[in-house]
């Protein structure tokens, strides 16, 4: 999994190791000035802005985790979908 610098915290560490993920946390070059893409940051950007297409998932309209877990499932699973057949 790759993160930013902010969430860099033990806690979160420590619950990525335990569930046998390995982070990779993309930091900012202080050398810099202004503002840089990081790598990899575009994918997770890319992906929010993809599902959030999809009405039902710009606001959190589910009452219940697992309906709205089953909503991210059907929308990204249509996004492949497309790729698929529209290369």
Do not use: C
């Amino acid at each position: 999994m790759f993160t930013d610098g902010a969430n860099d915290r033990p806690r979160l560490m420590d619950a990525a190791t335990y569930q046998d993920l390995i982070l990779e946390i993309i930091r900012r070059s202080g050398k810099e000035p202004g503002f840089k893409a990081l790598p990899r940051r575009r994918v997770v950007g890319a992906n929010f802005g993809w599902m959030t297409r999809w009405t039902r998932l710009v606001r959190d309209y589910e009452q219940r985790t697992d309906f709205s877990e089953a909503m991210i499932h059907v929308a990204l699973g249509s996004l492949m979908r497309r790729r698929i057949v529209h290369p």
